[in-house]
């Protein structure tokens, strides 16, 4: 069988992709002659190799569809089609619903993207640019616990914008997000035409999701209704890991170890922490996050025996996995020192990559709270700055460089 990993798409000396659909094709000697004899015996050999191609191209079309938004792909693509025609007629119908198929996903792809690159600006021109504003954010309708006061509600439309967002990366954003030109090559690599989006606004949404739980925190002006959202986020997180959902934990726990809502030690003592001790340690870096790799074992092996549809999440905390996988990238050679491929780093690389493939194919069960989820998108969050600023206020600085510290702040955001 033939696989499209034996041409290591990272290292960049290797032919270009849609140079590789030209090879293939030439390797087979699939032209066109006049001679009648030579065209029949030219049409038996498309029919014999046709079905392949086909099952090749359908994997490849399934698998990698950002591959052929290169006009390049989709041209040598196009070009095959017509050259099966020639021969094979079930294969050209084959190929010409696998073409309408890799449109139609290639157009989701693209609303997609664009949907996010929509909410993203929106977010940035509502976001409030002072503090002047945080008593009346406060009282807003759309505040968090206004909105949704069930950790478990939340945590399900949480676990739905990590599946969406999981669900459009593309395994070949990991080979464009570690893909390095190397001095030696003399070609224009065929991966720095494009980023991997899909990829970096994942990682953009841990981060919102950080900031938007320290702003929730920060924000409200009484001691108690500030106890009462970090218990809220708590108990979210806590439904999380039950969820399996770890990202959202993660960044759920990572804005509450932020120091604008850390330092607020008269609401922390209003609050048990017990259960956010016991998360903590759930996620605690030490020995290479050994309590996280723990879990996120038991809840893959969950899934791979569920009987339900939500026994079946598994969502990862997704920069630990992107540093796995780019630790293995470049702490193993390509090669091994007798100049064989290293075949046991792209089985493991593979191995990685197909098991990410299986988790982000689960549709998520939960019912959509609209609102909630709106909320979660495009709810307007502090800057670094106005964080720490909105802590000083509520609660006041206890030495003279916080005490500097917070009138510099008013300073500078007063003129913004």
Not at 26 to 50: C, E, G, N, P, W
Not at 218 to 240: G, N, S, T, W, Y
Not at 376 to 386: K, N, Q, T, Y
């Amino acid at each position: 069988m033939l696989y499209l990993e034996s041409i290591n798409p990272i290292n960049q000396s290797v032919l270009a992709k849609c140079e590789f659909l030209k090879v293939f094709y030439s390797y087979y000697q699939l032209t066109v002659h006049d001679s009648l004899i030579v065209l029949l015996t030219q049409q038996k050999r498309i029919r014999d190799i046709a079905p392949k191609i086909v099952q090749l191209l359908t994997e490849w079309t399934e698998t990698f569809p950002y591959d052929f938004r290169d006009e390049r792909m989709m041209r040598s693509l196009k070009e095959m089609t017509h050259r099966l025609a020639f021969g094979d007629e079930l294969s050209r119908r084959a190929m010409q619903r696998l073409i309408q198929r890799l449109l139609r996903k290639l157009t989701t792809l693209g609303q997609y993207e664009e949907s996010l690159a929509t909410t993203s600006a929106a977010a940035a021109i509502d976001r409030p640019v002072a503090l002047k504003s945080k008593q009346q954010l406060v009282r807003r309708d759309d505040c968090v616990l206004n909105l949704c006061d069930d950790p478990f509600i939340f945590a399900q439309q949480l676990t739905h914008i990590e599946m969406e967002r999981l669900s459009y990366i593309g395994p070949e954003e990991f080979v464009r997000a570690f893909a390095q030109k190397r001095p030696s090559d003399n070609h224009k690599s065929f991966f720095s035409k494009r980023k991997a989006s899909n990829l970096e606004a994942y990682v953009e949404w841990f981060n919102r999701l950080s900031y938007l739980t320290a702003t929730e925190i920060c924000m409200p002006v009484k001691k108690k209704h500030r106890a009462r959202v970090l218990e809220f986020f708590i108990d979210v997180a806590q439904e999380c890991f039950n969820i399996g959902n770890f990202n959202s934990l993660m960044a759920i726990i990572t804005g509450m170890n932020m120091n604008p809502v850390s330092r607020l030690k008269k609401t922390w003592g209003k609050v048990n922490t017990d259960k956010f001790d016991i998360l903590v340690h759930q996620m605690d870096p030490s020995s290479n996050f050994y309590s996280y790799r723990t879990a996120l074992r038991g809840a893959t092996q969950r899934s791979s025996t569920a009987h339900t549809s939500q026994e079946m999440i598994v969502i990862p905390f997704f920069s630990l996995f992107i540093k796995d996988i780019y630790f293995l990238n470049e702490g193993c050679a390509n090669r091994l020192s007798n100049g064989h491929i290293n075949f046991e780093k792209f089985w493991e690389l593979a191995k990685q990559v197909s098991e990410f493939l299986s988790w982000r194919q689960v549709i998520c069960p939960f019912e959509r709270d609209r609102k909630t989820l709106q909320y979660l998108i495009s709810a307007p969050v502090f800057s670094e700055d106005e964080l720490q600023l909105a802590s000083y206020e509520s609660e006041g600085p206890e030495n003279n460089l916080e005490r500097d510290t917070r009138r510099s702040l008013r300073s500078s955001l007063s003129r913004m």
